[in-house]
T-cell receptor
Framework: GQNIDQPTEMTATEGAIVQINCTYQTSGFNGLFWYQQHAGEAPTFLSYNVLDGLEEKGRFSSFLSRSKGYSYLLLKELQMKDSASYLCAGLDSNYQLIWGAGTKLIIKP | IAGITQAPTSQILAAGRRMTLRCTQDMRHNAMYWYRQDLGLGLRLIHYSNTAGTTGKGEVPDGYSVSRANTDDFPLTLASAVPSQTSVYFC??????????????FGEGSRLTVL
C-alpha cells in the first residue's frame, strides 16, 4: 500500500533549527511536496523535490533521498510565525498525491 | 487576485439534507480537486477533474458528486448528508500542463457540520 509517515508533533525554540522527517512508500514516484498549514487556514506550497539532494529556499530547505524513500524539511532561524502544521505529500505514478497526516510544530520563546 | 474562492465558509446542516459546496478559480488551471481534512488524518481526495468536462473518483468518493462544466467552477454536492461527512472541505487547483510542478493552490476551506 501507499503510505506517508511523519511525526505527529514537534517542539522547538525560537531562533533554533528544526528538521521534520518524512518517509514515503508510493506506487511509483513523481516527486515529493511540503506544504505549510496554519491553524484554521488552507495549506500553502513550500517545496517540491523530484531529484535527490537539498533544495534551499531562504530559511527553509527540503531534502530528498529516493533510494531511502526519505525526505526532510529543515527550518532555520525559527520564528514564532513558523508555528504551523507541515504536510508531506508524495506524488505516485498516476500523479495522485498521497498525504501524510502532518506534523504540528510548536515554537516556544 | 482572488485565486480560489469557496462558499460557504461554514455551514451547519441537518442529516438527510442536500448540500452543494461551491468552488471557483480564476487562474485558468486545468486540474481541480476536492479534499476533506479530518483531525489526525491526512488530506483525503474525494473527487478530481483533470480538465473541463471530465471528473474522476478519489480515495473517498461515496456520498459525494462533482461536475466540471467549465474551467473555473467545480462544485461538490452531498446528495443526502450524514454525520460522518462532518469535516473541513478544501477545494484546490493546479496547472499540470507542460513543465509545471503541479503544486496545489487551495481555497480557504468550508467547515461543514452535519447533525
Amino acid at each position: 500500500g501507499q503510505n506517508i509517515d511523519q511525526p505527529t508533533e514537534m517542539t522547538a525554540t525560537e531562533g533554533a533549527i528544526v528538521q521534520i522527517n518524512c518517509t514515503y512508500q508510493t506506487s511509483g514516484f513523481n516527486g515529493l511536496f511540503w506544504y505549510q498549514q496554519h491553524a484554521g487556514e488552507a495549506p500553502t506550497f513550500l517545496s517540491y523535490n523530484v531529484l535527490d539532494g537539498l533544495e534551499e529556499k531562504g530559511r527553509f530547505s527540503s531534502f530528498l533521498s529516493r533510494s531511502k524513500g526519505y525526505s526532510y524539511l529543515l527550518l532555520k532561524e525559527l520564528q514564532m510565525k513558523d508555528s504551523a502544521s507541515y504536510l508531506c505529500a508524495g506524488l505516485d505514478s498516476n500523479y495522485q498525491l498521497i498525504w501524510g497526516a502532518g506534523t504540528k510544530l510548536i515554537i516556544k520563546p | 487576485i482572488a485565486g480560489i474562492t469557496q462558499a460557504p465558509t461554514s455551514q451547519i446542516l441537518a442529516a438527510g439534507r442536500r448540500m452543494t459546496l461551491r468552488c471557483t478559480q480564476d487562474m485558468r488551471h486545468n486540474a481541480m480537486y476536492w479534499y476533506r481534512q479530518d483531525l489526525g488524518l491526512g488530506l483525503r481526495l474525494i473527487h478530481y477533474s483533470n480538465t473541463a468536462g471530465t471528473t474522476g473518483k478519489g480515495e473517498v468518493p461515496d456520498g459525494y458528486s462533482v461536475s466540471r462544466a467549465n474551467t473555473d467552477d467545480f462544485p461538490l454536492t452531498l446528495a443526502s448528508a450524514v454525520p460522518s461527512q462532518t469535516s473541513v472541505y478544501f477545494c484546490a487547483s493546479s496547472d499540470t500542463t507542460g513543465e509545471n510542478t503541479g503544486e496545489l493552490f487551495f481555497g480557504e476551506g468550508s467547515r461543514l457540520t452535519v447533525l
